[in-house]
């Protein structure tokens, strides 16, 4: 089947504008995760959504940061007042129950601020 | 959350040479997954292990849980081109947060 689906798959902006990144996870999975990943890094967590749970925030670098999933379905993760920091790839993964499934990660959104 | 290392966080391997990357964590793990990335992809999961002292292996991946769950390896046999990225290991469980090791960059020339 279809696998996470992630658009779009580059964004060019200006600072100080807002961004929204969209993640269709694999239909089934009620785990969601966002991801960030920095040219050459590892993976730094910003957010995870389980079901009708209320999301792990945690991972959120600051308050231009949100994310909101629909429907227990597709997800958005909106930055407000970009900042050329915020440049990296964006990647949402999701599995079949929680954390102790495999993830499933879609191909990313590469996020270029200048 | 929990914070892992990994190490090494590059090598440089001729192929047919073997590789290992180790996962080392101050706490004790619940689970731990490998996950790999190649250059330009993204993370695609390789296994997950569950038991103190588990040995699971996939073709010439062999992958350890160490006996307090506090470190884990992955060891490939005989390297090829097509082992190039990067391997992640990733702690699972409640008390995970969700936090990726560091990673170990692997490149294999001919």
């Known amino acids: 089947g279809a696998g996470v689906s992630q658009s779009p798959s580059n964004k060019v902006t200006e600072k100080g504008k807002d961004v929204e990144l969209r993640c269709d996870p694999i239909?089934?999975?009620?785990?969601l995760y966002w991801y960030r990943q920095s040219l050459g890094q590892g993976l730094e967590f910003l957010i995870y959504f389980q079901g009708n749970s209320a999301p792990d925030k945690s991972g959120l670098p600051s308050d231009r940061f949100s994310a909101e999933r629909t429907g227990g379905s597709v997800s958005t993760l909106t930055i407000q007042r970009t900042q050329q920091e915020d440049s990296a790839v964006y990647l949402c993964?999701?599995?079949?129950?929680?954390?102790?499934?495999?993830?499933?990660f879609g191909d990313g959104t590469r996020l270029s601020i200048l | 959350g929990q914070q892992v290392m990994q190490i090494p966080q590059y090598q440089h391997v001729q192929e047919g040479e073997d590789f290992t990357t180790y996962c080392n964590s101050s706490?004790?793990?619940?689970?731990i997954q490998w996950y790999k990335q190649r250059p330009g992809g993204h993370p695609v999961f390789l296994i997950q292990?569950?038991?103190?002292?588990e040995v699971k292996k996939q073709k010439r991946l062999t992958f350890q849980f160490g006996e307090a769950k506090k470190n884990s390896s992955l060891h490939i046999t005989a390297t090829q081109t097509t082992d190039v990225g990067t391997y992640f290991c990733a702690p699972t469980g409640t008390a995970s947060k969700l936090t990726f090791g560091t990673g170990t960059r692997l490149q294999v020339t001919l």
């Open positions: 993964a999701s599995s079949l129950f929680g954390q102790d499934e495999p993830q499933h």
């Open positions: 706490t004790t793990l619940s689970n």
């Open positions: 239909s089934g999975h009620t785990a």
């Open positions: 292990l569950v038991k103190s002292g």
